[in-house]
């Protein structure tokens, strides 16, 4: 059993090891700006390969130069709350795993579109920065971590800048700084609020929102998401709720 005692030790310590990995990077993300995630990755070997000439983009954008009509669009269609929460919506998780499970139920297990997603902001990104697309218990298990780490070592505003400037708006398009290029023509501070409702409301299927090559799997009507992204755009806070004072 020598040998298993030892095929445990090196797990653990590769595990061990990953983990302050990624607590270095996280860190350095306080004052760094990411040079990619995993996914953009991914991408580019999909769309690429190894051709040095590749159309996937991104360009990094300050917070403060995001109009405010895009952030809230943004808190509204993927996590209102993103600012008053810890990172994680447990009751959100469980409607999500109660609507998969019994999707896949109803395909006899064969169900390839869990469409019920209840994940963060904070959870995104985890899995976007470091994460594959697979979906298993340990996956999911290390998204939960990285997404502790993130919340820990990073503020609000960071997560959510980091967020908006590398989260997919099409096929090879990653972050507002392209996408406002993209679809308007205008910098990401110029957005007004039909184009940040608009834009917000690809979220969920970006690909699909490009390209009508990609909306065969998709489920989702984007007009009827514009509308509801932009009845609730003022009811978000951009900030975090002040902590009433003790008296």
Not at 68 to 90: C, P, T, W, Y
Not at 142 to 167: A, C, H, P
Request: aromatic letters at 10%; a positive charge; hydrophobic letters at 40%.
């Amino acid at each position: 059993m020598r040998w298993l005692s030892y095929l445990l030790k090196c797990l653990l310590g590769g595990f061990v090891a990953m983990q302050i990995y990624l607590v270095i990077q996280i860190g350095l993300w306080a004052a760094l700006d990411p040079s990619g995630t995993a996914f953009q990755r991914t991408e580019r070997w999909r769309l690429c390969g190894l051709s040095w000439s590749c159309p996937v983009q991104s360009s990094w954008v300050p917070y403060d130069k995001i109009s405010a009509n895009l952030k809230r669009a943004v808190l509204v269609s993927e996590d209102d709350i993103f600012f008053q929460h810890m990172g994680v919506r447990v009751e959100d998780m469980k409607k999500a795993w109660t609507k998969n499970s019994q999707l896949n139920q109803q395909s006899g297990g064969k169900s390839k579109t869990a469409l019920r997603g209840g994940s963060t902001i904070t959870q995104q990104l985890a899995k976007n920065l470091f994460l594959s697309s697979e979906q298993n218990y340990f996956r999911k298990a290390q998204e939960l971590i990285i997404t502790g780490l993130l919340e820990v070592m990073l503020s609000k505003q960071r997560l959510f800048e980091i967020y908006l400037n590398s989260v997919e708006w099409g096929e090879g398009i990653f972050g507002i700084g392209v996408a406002a290029q993209h679809y308007y023509g205008i910098s990401p501070a110029l957005l007004n609020r039909e184009q940040s409702a608009a834009l917000a409301s690809a979220l969920p299927a970006p690909k699909c929102f490009d390209k009508a090559q990609y909306c065969r799997k998709a489920n989702i009507h984007f007009p009827t998401r514009q509308e509801f992204i932009l009845e609730n755009m003022d009811r978000v806070a951009l900030a975090p709720t002040p902590k009433p004072k003790a008296r």
